[in-house]
């Protein structure tokens, strides 16, 4: 009796998954993060082409939050507070974009090896090698990056097909009675935007407010120009730009739909627990900011997809709002195993009207200067420093 009362409960405040039978096998575990990936270039969210088959598929039997927020528009503390639940402000990565360490604060992968997972991260950005403290709980974590990006030397990458392969043959060795917790990390659609020949001119332009071209900045970082390490050869037309930015949305949607059907078939009976979501945006054309990200806490660059997928979870569009520090409640929840203790997120299942979302909610987003607060429809920013100031490049 007291466990269903504590059921209850938890569905009045907030739509947590209530777990069944304690005999039932635990969940497989997948976890994607895209890398650079704003909401509204995904189909499911409303973008003209349907470049991304994969997630749409995974919205249509799970359930899409329209009103995702980062944690911050940098990759490397957006994720630490996705494996945290903390917000920036909470966990020793703070804004910075992999120069500082995770420390003092338990992880999602560590409760999941606790519980007997087999747990394995496969990374495609330097900024998310082992050195910052990503890696406690895994079992297996490849940060195995090959090759520089395009125009930057000394920022090592690997693309999705690289990444998503290793992450394929790592599943193949796990035993099929073990359930894994597996974190895929996809660099694509992370500039420079130059998506393999099979998907490169398959989507021809993508207008953007600005017609007219553009110059290249003498730098990485900047307004009214593309960032110097974005440059592709001659081309200066910003509509150019936005379409290579969607085909590679493309490309790593493909190798997300086979991490994700590889995941589903090997869990059977068990089920598979899916969530996808992205560290940030990328500004194309707002503000007079092209293509780039972490230079503020603005829209363009907070909302993320978040779409969750998981054994008995009826298919839905939620507008409530929600952030990654949800992330790592939600899993494992829906895995029915115990929370991370002082989390700041909740546990989401997508069950229930949208009113049961409190209504006064602030979900908070960080960068390296600027601090943003958002509330439902409205959201305040606060600015410490000139973005002239901050580090140059992102990541």
Known sequence: MKAIQACLLAVISWPIACAPAPEAALPDVLLITVDTLRADYVHAYGFAEENTPAMDALAARGVLFENAIAAATLTAPAHASIMTSRYVREHSIGSRNGDTRLEGLPTLAERFAEAGYATGAFVSNVVLRRRIGLDRGFHVYDDELPSSERNRDLYFERPAGATAGRALEWLMTRSGSQPVFLWLHLQDPHGPYTPPAEWSGTIPRVELAMKAELGVLSGNSGRAGIPAYQALGEMRDPALYAARYAEEIRYADHWAGRV???????????????????????????????????QSTAPELARVPFIVAAPGLAPGRIRGLVSHVDVAPTLLALARLPELPGASGHALSGQGADEIFPSDRLIFCDTDGESAAYGAGSWTRVAGAAASDRPEGSA
């Open 260 to 294: 994700i059907e590889a995941v589903e078939a090997r869990s059977g009976k068990r089920g598979a627990v899916i969530l996808l979501t992205a560290d940030h945006g990328e500004s194309l054309g707002e503000g007079g900011w092209f293509f780039q990200h972490g």
